[in-house]
């Protein structure tokens, strides 16, 4: 949960990591006064979609995952960066057991995101 406490100028935005989740904590306009959306996976989700207007900015903090963009497979180690421009239909496949990424969304497009229909893949 978003824990907020006193700080100059509006309030400090504490979230923790929660190696239980595939996908953990994720911030954005939707739920704060930050502007770009940020978050992070420490597992490779395997859920091929797209973004009509977004790009997409992976950071690989520890361990390595492999990725799929517009059909090609890209293995991502640790001080990795991948961008996923618009239209880029993309997807990880596997990580390691360390994985860990964070991702940034820009410019943020409430609803931007068009999933693969499961019987085209």
Known sequence: ???AGPHVG?????????ETQAKG???GPWNSAVDIPIGYANRAVDEPHSHARMHEVYLVA????TALVDGKTLVL???DMLVVEPGE???FLAHTPDYLHFVIQTPF???DKTLRR????
């Open 77 to 79: 180690r640790s001080g």
């Open 62 to 65: 520890r361990g390595e995952s």
């Open 1 to 3: 949960m978003l824990s």
């Open 109 to 111: 497009v409430k609803g």
């Open 25 to 27: 904590w994720f911030i």
């Open 118 to 121: 499961p019987e085209s893949r």
């Open 10 to 18: 509006g309030h400090v935005l504490h979230r923790k990591l929660d």
């Open 89 to 91: 239909e993309h997807t």
